[in-house]
Every structure is written in C-alpha cells, then in structure tokens.
Nanobody, 124 residues
Framework: QVQLVESGGGLVQAGGSLRLSCAASGRTFSSYAMGWFRQAPGKEREFVATISWSGGTTYYADSVKGRFTISRDNAKNTVYLQMNSLKPEDTAVYYC?????????????????WGQGTQVTVSS
C-alpha cells in the first residue's frame, strides 16, 4: 500500500508563490512516476503536472505551463510542485498521486493512490 502526505498549501495573494511537497512511502518511490492534480469547488479533478521516475520527463496542463514546476528527490521519497505567479483561478485542493504502473500519465483514472489533499487559496 502506498501512502502519500501533502504539505505546503495555504493562502497567498495573486502573483505570489507556494511550494507543495508530497512525502511517499510504501513502495519503491524511485521506480514510479508521480503526479499532481487539483479540484476546485464544483469542478472535476484535473491534471496539473506529472514527472517520470528519473525526473527527466515532465508534462504540464496548459493552464499552469511556465508558472508551475514539478520536481522530485528520490533520496527523500518526495515530489514537489513549485507554483509561481499564482492566480485566483489556481484556488483548489491539490492532490499528490501515484500511478499503478511506472510510467507517466496525465489521465486521472491511471492514478491509483492519492494523498488527502492540501488547500491552496489565491486571493485577488
């Protein structure tokens, strides 16, 4: 069983920055891709970013490209999401997720393990 624990959310003004962290345990972290998703009130959960096991491949949603950066530290079993130039429309609960199979994916249903989520609120 995989456990994922997010941290780093909070309240920030538009234009500000936050860094989310996700600590993983329960399987060989360095062998699997990881992803970040978010869900705003009244909306479906949506893909934000994903990173390959080595960190060499990353994909981003168009809405965050150029502002968010996903990274990982396999020695610490942790994946990060650096969020810059935040906008009010980035307000959501952010979830760290791990897929069942090792490869990267931007698809919600290919992720089988989820953290509890961390709230990010961006004020205008």
């Amino acid at each position: 069983q995989v456990q994922l624990v997010e941290s780093g959310g909070g309240l920030v003004q538009a234009g500000g920055s936050l860094r989310l962290s996700c600590a993983a345990s329960g399987r060989t972290f360095s062998s699997y891709a990881m992803g970040w998703f978010r869900q705003a009130p009244g909306k479906e959960r949506e893909f934000v970013a994903t990173i390959s096991w080595s960190g060499g491949t990353t994909y981003y949603a168009d809405s965050v490209k150029g502002r968010f950066t996903i990274s990982r530290d396999n020695a610490k079993n942790t994946v990060y999401l650096q969020m810059n130039s935040l906008k009010p429309e980035d307000t959501a609960v952010y979830y760290c997720a791990a897929p069942q199979s090792p490869g990267v994916s931007t698809v919600n249903h290919e992720y089988h393990y989820w953290g509890q989520g961390t709230q990010v609120t961006v004020s205008s």
